[in-house]
């Protein structure tokens, strides 16, 4: 089973960026698909990107496209999703998680490792 740790979170602005990091341990995670998804506050978790093993088989949240941008090292055993345009709705924690499977890249039961997760605010 891969280890995940999510990092880069933080306090923005509005319009702001941020880059979320996704650095896995154990296996490698070349071999994976990894996704996120996010929960905010009071709400159930939700799928935001997925990538497949290679870097392709992307997929966003109507919510996500056009704004951020998932993308994954092998070689450094890292998945990113680089977050542009920020709102206030993308308040959330951020979690990835990942499994072995490309199939049903949404449905968060066939996940095998998730990270801690890490939280972002955005101030409008």
């Known amino acids: 089973q891969v280890q995940l740790a999510e990092s880069g979170g933080g306090l923005v602005q509005a319009g702001d960026s941020l880059r979320l990091s996704c650095a896995a341990s154990?296996?490698?995670?070349?071999?994976?698909?990894v996704s996120w998804f996010r929960q905010a506050p009071g709400k159930e978790r939700e799928f935001v990107a997925t990538?497949?093993?290679?870097?392709?088989?992307?997929r966003y949240a109507d919510s996500a496209k056009g704004r951020f941008t998932v993308s994954r090292d092998n070689a450094k055993n890292t998945v990113y999703l680089q977050m542009d345009d920020l709102k206030s709705e993308d308040t959330a924690v951020y979690y990835c998680?990942?499994?072995?499977?490309?199939?049903?890249?949404?449905?968060?039961?066939?996940?095998?490792?998730w990270g801690q997760g890490t939280q972002v605010t955005v101030s409008s």
């Open positions: 154990g296996r490698i995670v070349s071999t994976y698909v």
């Open positions: 990538i497949g093993w290679s870097g392709g088989s992307i």
């Open positions: 998680a990942a499994k072995k499977s490309a199939l049903a890249a949404i449905v968060q039961s066939l996940y095998e490792s």
